[in-house]
């Protein structure tokens, strides 16, 4: 299995299970997922963010990163029948980027590959069983989600997260100054923040 015995009991054997699930996730997709999910994020028009009941809380952590970078980001939260009426409005030029682990939400892939029907690319953030949505998706990052709980981790894929926006800032930083610093002025307008 995923986790490791050893002498730790409660917590502590949970977050070991959880560290060694985050040494896993280093080599679960290749770099090149990362990249090709990158300018995915940064070329759509539009950029769709989905997830299943735990899931849409990953979705909507990349959704909060991405807004700093770029506009049309769109959080579909929780999906209901007035979700699928978005799908009148996908088209090639933009991109789902959607969350699906097991246990695999029908709603999610279905919404997915209605997505890809339409011509949207998409980017699926899924474990090593693969929800049936990768079957259409452009690009799949694999995440370890075995832990020492009855219930799955999702700090690996948040850990996924966090690398994926190094690495677009990483790429195109100079290219989302711009947006960050405008961001930033209206906040300091608004006194949105405390610290400077």
Do not use: C
């Amino acid at each position: 299995g995923a986790v490791r015995p050893d002498d730790a009991k409660g917590a502590a054997a949970y977050l070991r299970s959880v560290g060694f699930a985050l040494q896993q996730a280093e080599t679960a997709s290749p770099q090149e997922s990362f990249d090709r999910a990158a300018r995915i994020i940064m070329e759509a028009r539009t950029l769709l963010m989905l997830g299943g009941r735990f899931s849409r809380h990953a979705a909507d952590l990349l959704a909060a990163h991405l807004e700093q970078f770029r506009a049309q980001v769109v959080r579909l939260g929780a999906v209901t029948a007035e979700t699928f009426d978005r799908l009148a409005d996908v088209g090639q030029r933009d991109a789902l980027i959607a969350f699906d682990y097991r246990r695999y939400q029908r709603d999610v892939v279905a919404f997915a590959e209605q997505a890809a029907d339409k011509g949207a690319r998409v980017v699926l953030f899924t474990d090593r069983w693969q929800s049936p949505a990768a079957a259409r998706a452009d690009v799949v990052i694999i995440s370890p989600v075995e832990a020492a709980s009855p219930y799955d981790t999702l700090a690996p894929a948040v850990a996924q997260i966090e690398a994926l926006v190094a690495g677009i800032v990483a790429a195109q930083g100079d290219r989302l100054r711009p947006r960050i610093e405008s961001i930033e002025a209206v906040r300091r307008a608004n006194n949105v923040v405390l610290d400077g």
